[in-house]
């Protein structure tokens, strides 16, 4: 069992930046591939980024180039900051361990409760 909480979300005007938080806990050794996805109101959800555990990501081509994933084993977190936000951005954002599917986007076997980010043009 894994439990993830995310933080960090907000409003901000495009163009702006904020950084998601996931804290992982459970059975966390660091061992295996995390991500972040999101969805919005009425739309698909969307794998946005994701790490593998020997350091390697994959990013959505929506956001490549303005969001970045990294992970902090020592504090069994994980997280995503995002810059150069845009008003399609706007999505409820979860983070999810571990990794399912031969390759991005994944699915996920555990997910948090998601943090809101709202960017307004």
């Known amino acids: 069992q894994v439990y993830l909480v995310e933080s960090g979300g907000g409003s901000v005007q495009a163009g702006g930046s904020l950084r998601l938080s996931c804290a992982a806990s459970g059975y966390t050794d660091g061992s295996y591939c995390m991500g972040w996805f999101r969805q919005a109101p009425g739309k698909e959800r969307e794998g946005v980024a994701a790490i593998d555990s020997d350091g390697s990501t994959s990013y959505a081509d929506s956001v490549k180039g303005r969001f970045t994933i990294s992970q902090d084993n020592a504090k069994n977190t994980l997280y995503l900051q995002m810059n150069s936000l845009k008003p399609e951005d706007t999505a409820m954002y979860y983070c999810?361990?571990?990794?399912?599917?031969?390759?991005?986007?994944?699915?996920?076997?555990?997910w948090g409760q998601g943090a809101q980010v709202t960017v307004s043009s």
């Open positions: 999810g361990a571990p990794c399912v599917g031969v390759g991005f986007p994944y699915e996920y076997n555990y």
